[in-house]
Nanobody, 126 residues
Framework: VQLQASGGGLVQTGGSLGLSCAASGGSPRNYAMGWFRQAPGKERAFVAA????????NYDDSVKGRFTISRDNAKNTVYLQMSGLKPEDTAVYYC????????????????????WGQGTQVTVSS
């Protein structure tokens, strides 16, 4: 499975930004999908994940109420809509696919994901 993330950019505090992750190859419709982020000098951290059927999103507490993960299986694409952005949201954002368990579990550890996109930079200015 190849994952291509896009949509990053520069935004002011309080602004909004939408990320997309297009999947090709394999069976992405059967995979749970996740978004992670990595700030300079920090480990890659969980942001949000969604099951294969799109009914059970899961969020890190730091983004609850501000970020929304969704997916369109007809387009093999996962989205992350971000609003109320803060400078601490600045990071490289990665999408990832978890091929285990038919996509019914939303994992939060990077090691549980099989496939990764290349990352897209999100910068929030204060």
């Amino acid at each position: 499975v190849q994952l291509q993330a896009s949509g990053g950019g520069l935004v002011q505090t309080g602004g909004s930004l939408g990320l997309s992750c297009a999947a090709s190859g394999g069976s992405p419709r059967n995979y749970a999908m996740g978004w992670f982020r990595q700030a300079p000098g920090k480990e890659r951290a969980f942001v949000a994940a969604i099951t294969a059927n799109g009914r059970s999103p899961n969020y890190d507490d730091s983004v609850k109420g501000r970020f929304t993960i969704s997916r369109d299986n007809a387009k093999n694409t996962v989205y992350l809509q971000m609003s109320g952005l803060k400078p601490e949201d600045t990071a490289v954002y990665y999408c990832a696919a978890d091929s285990r368990f038919g996509g019914v579990i939303t994992a939060q550890r990077p090691v549980e994901y099989d496939f990764w996109g290349q990352g897209t930079q999100v910068t929030v200015s204060s």
